[in-house]
Antibody, heavy 120, light 113 residues
Framework: QITLKESGPTLVKPTQTLTLTCTFSGFSLSTSGVGVGWIRQPPGEALEWLALIFWDDDKRYSPSLKNRLTITKGTSKNQVVLTVTNMDPVDTATYYC????????????WGQGTLVTVSP | DIVMTQSPDSLAVSLGERATINCKSSQSVLYSSNNKNSLAWYQQKPGQPPKLLIYWASTRESGVPDRISGSGSGTDFTLTISSLQAEDVAVYYCQQYYSTPYTFGQGTKLEIK
């Protein structure tokens, strides 16, 4: 079955760069049509899509954060990495990685999420 | 960006009664190549990630009970729970996947009256 798990620091300081890793199983990011996305959710707030990487290394980013985001395939073939530069307290959120469905850019399997707090 | 607006923000319904949640997009999400609406619904329970319920506005994901249904087209969509069960208490989000950025609604909190 498909599983995903996010890992990375739980606390970062303002201006630092956040690096999160999504480790997945049950599918291959080399298979046509497959993608992995990142979505975040500030405490008590709504979901915000951040980035998506496809099997062919095509990438999509949220325009509002594009200059700060980088999504890449990891060194292990079952990992995807998201970096967010210049972190600010407003970036405090639970960050989720998720599997893109085969029919479009929506998400059918999600990790449990990792809460990242930005504080001095 | 396509703005997704849900209504109401919160809703309290008695067990066994119907719950209706609305989602409006700022522009049409009808995908002309297949005549389907690129609109999904998710359910999120406290402390859990979202769960995909509905895609193409009205297609239930595998395992989703048939008391949960989606409808609508163009810019106006509805999620209906025909007979509310205790396990349906959650926050519900719509999402458009027609164009980037893939935006979500602000969420509707569904509670038991």
């Amino acid at each position: 079955q498909i599983t995903l798990k996010e890992s990375g620091p739980t606390l970062v300081k303002p201006t630092q760069t956040l690096t999160l890793t999504c480790t997945f199983s049950g599918f291959s990011l080399s298979t046509s049509g497959v993608g992995v996305g990142w979505i975040r959710q500030p405490p008590g707030e709504a979901l915000e899509w951040l980035a998506l990487i496809f099997w062919d290394d095509d990438k999509r980013y949220s325009p509002s954060l594009k200059n700060r985001l980088t999504i890449t395939k990891g060194t292990s073939k079952n990992q995807v990495v998201l970096t967010v530069t210049n972190m600010d307290p407003v970036d405090t959120a639970t960050y989720y990685c998720a599997h893109r469905t085969s029919i479009g850019n929506l998400f059918d399997y999600w990790g449990q999420g990792t809460l990242v707090t930005v504080s001095p | 960006d396509i703005v997704m607006t849900q209504s109401p923000d919160s809703l309290a319904v008695s067990l066994g009664e119907r719950a209706t949640i609305n989602c409006k997009s700022s522009q049409s999400v009808l995908y002309s190549s297949n005549n389907k609406n690129s609109l999904a619904w998710y359910q999120q329970k406290p402390g859990q990630p979202p769960k995909l319920l509905i895609y193409w506005a009205s297609t239930r994901e595998s395992g989703v009970p048939d008391r949960i249904s989606g409808s609508g087209s163009g810019t106006d969509f509805t999620l209906t729970i025909s007979s509310l069960q205790a396990e349906d208490v959650a926050v519900y989000y719509c999402q458009q996947y027609y164009s980037t950025p893939y935006t979500f609604g602000q969420g509707t909190k569904l509670e038991i009256k």
